[in-house]
């Protein structure tokens, strides 16, 4: 049974820091490419940033620079390191895995960056 369980998030000022966590059970995160999703009110959901089975991490261009997407396997756990954070950066967050064409999804956790 595939189950990814989120932690972090919360409310920072603009400027700031925070980092999510994306524990995973059920398979091997470094055998999966990983992703990590944003989605604001009123607005579609987007990729974030991703992190191929070799380590190689991809960004979205408004992150580019500020976001670091890592892995620790020994933890099985994918992490989303927010730096610089701005208010636009304002949305749940959720990470996710493919397995052929099923979708698993963490539970989401809010991130609220203030002016």
């Known amino acids: 049974q595939v189950q990814l369980v989120q932690s972090g998030g919360g409310l920072v000022q603009a400027g700031g820091s925070l980092r999510l966590s994306c524990a995973a059970s059920?398979?091997?995160?470094?055998?999966?490419?990983m992703y990590w999703y944003r989605q604001a009110p009123g607005k579609q959901r987007e990729l974030v940033a991703a992190?191929?089975?070799?380590?190689?991490?991809t960004y979205e261009d408004s992150v580019e620079g500020r976001f670091t997407i890592s892995r620790d396997n020994a933890k099985n756990t994918v992490y989303l390191q927010m730096n610089s954070l701005k208010p636009e950066d304002t949305a749940v967050y959720y990470c996710?895995?493919?397995?052929?064409?099923?979708?698993?999804w963490g539970q989401g956790t809010q991130v609220t960056v203030s002016s």
């Open positions: 996710n895995v493919k397995f052929r064409d099923v979708a698993s």
């Open positions: 059920g398979y091997i995160v470094s055998s999966k490419t």
């Open positions: 992190i191929v089975s070799g380590g190689t991490p």
